[in-house]
Every structure is written in structure tokens, then in C-alpha cells.
């Protein structure tokens, strides 16, 4: 069975402070994901990664910074957290077409 | 880039009734088209998916059905039951593979 897993479930931060979300799949897949999503605009790409060190915009990634070192783990960083960036954010995993989902992690920035 | 359209954005069906939704893509390159189901406090899973050179797929109650030309895809439902209420995603990938654009989402409330 793929294991995606995220490092938070819950998270409650304040405005301006730098913030971690981490992801780790044990499938050796080389596609890694980070989206965010919100009620009535679905599941937005925020930025992804084919192989270690390698990184691509998505389609929303003003505000945010990513980091693979590993190919097992894909981090997301907010540099300076905002009220905005308040959401739900789901990393995945996957070979090609096929994506596996983490259990998301709730961040709220107060 | 690719633009996909998801509708209703709501839907409510008595169990045992058919359910069906519909999204639009824009970029005729898509090739692939997957559909995640989302349960309350869950992550989403791919429940079927589709690919260009097939017009339609099926699994037991749920049926993907696929029309390039005029570049929409439907899921259906049918012989609905309580635990077919969820979030649905549809979503379309162009040959490169790896990126997925998402559509908004359907809730499905399935009623006893």
C-alpha cells in the first residue's frame, strides 16, 4: 500500500512567522505535490517536483517555497505566513498519471 | 494551460437514484482523466479514471464516459447509497503526465 504522509494534521500559526509542512511517500516515486485547497476553488497546484533538487511552479506560488533534498520528502515552506494563506493543504505522490494523497494538513494563520 | 470546469457544485439524490457530473477541459491535448472521490475529513482517492482513446469505462456502479470532440467527461453514479456521499474531483492531465489540473468540486449528499 502507498504511504503519503504529512507532518501535521492540524497547525495554527501567527502572521509573519515561517512555517514547515513536510511530506514523506516510501514508494520511491519520483513526482512529488503540494496543493491547497479551498470550498468552491478545488485543488490548486501550488508547486511540484520530478526528482531531488528539482522544483516547478504551479499554478498559485506566490507566498510559498519548496525544498527537496530527499526523494522521499517534499517540504513546503511559507516564508512569511499570512491570514490568506489559511487552508487546507494536501501533498501527493505519484508515478505518471497516477497521484496518491496525503491526509492534508489544516493550517490556520491568525 | 488547461481550465476544467466541474458541475453542480452541489447535488442531492434519494438512494438508489442515478447521480451524474459533468466537467468541461479546455486544452485538446488532455489525454487523461481522473476522478477522486473525497470523504468528510479524508484524503481524496482515485476512484476511476479514463484516458483519450476510450469513449467510456466502467466499475461495478460508477461509469466515466468521455467526449473529446467536444472536450467534456461525466462521471456516473448509479444504484446510489449513503457511503456515496463524498467531495468529487474530476481533473485532466496533458501527455506530459504529471500535473493535474483540478476541476472545483461536486458534493454529493446521497439521502436515506
Known amino acids: 500500500d502507498v504511504k503519503v504522509t504529512q507532518s501535521s494534521r492540524y497547525l495554527v500559526k501567527r502572521t509573519g512567522e515561517k512555517v514547515f509542512l513536510e511530506c514523506v511517500q516510501d514508494m520511491d516515486h519520483e513526482n512529488m505535490f503540494w496543493y491547497r485547497q479551498d470550498p468552491g476553488l478545488g485543488l490548486r497546484l501550488i508547486y511540484f517536483s520530478y526528482d531531488v533538487k528539482m522544483k516547478e511552479k504551479g499554478d498559485i506560488p506566490e507566498g510559498y517555497s519548496v525544498s527537496r533534498e530527499k526523494k522521499e520528502r517534499f517540504s513546503l515552506i511559507l516564508e512569511s505566513a499570512s491570514t490568506n494563506q489559511t487552508s487546507m493543504y494536501l501533498c501527493a505522490s505519484g508515478v505518471w498519471e497516477t497521484q496518491y494523497f496525503g491526509p492534508g494538513t489544516r493550517l490556520l494563520v491568525l | ?112
Request: with cysteine.
Open chain 2, 1 to 112: 494551460g488547461e481550465n476544467v470546469e466541474q458541475h453542480p457544485s452541489t447535488l442531492s439524490v434519494q438512494e438508489g437514484d442515478s447521480a451524474v457530473i459533468k466537467c468541461t477541459y479546455s486544452d485538446s491535448a488532455s489525454n487523461y482523466f481522473p476522478w477522486y472521490k473525497q470523504e468528510l475529513g479524508k484524503r481524496p482517492q482515485l476512484i476511476i479514471d479514463i484516458r483519450s482513446n476510450v469513449g467510456e469505462k466502467k466499475d461495478q456502479r460508477i461509469a466515466v464516459t468521455l467526449n473529446k470532440t467536444a472536450k467534456h467527461f461525466s462521471l456516473h453514479i448509479t444504484e446510489t447509497q449513503p457511503e456515496d456521499s463524498a467531495v468529487y474531483f474530476c481533473a485532466a492531465s496533458t501527455p506530459r503526465g504529471n500535473q493535474f489540473y483540478f476541476g472545483t468540486g461536486t458534493s454529493l449528499t446521497v439521502i436515506p
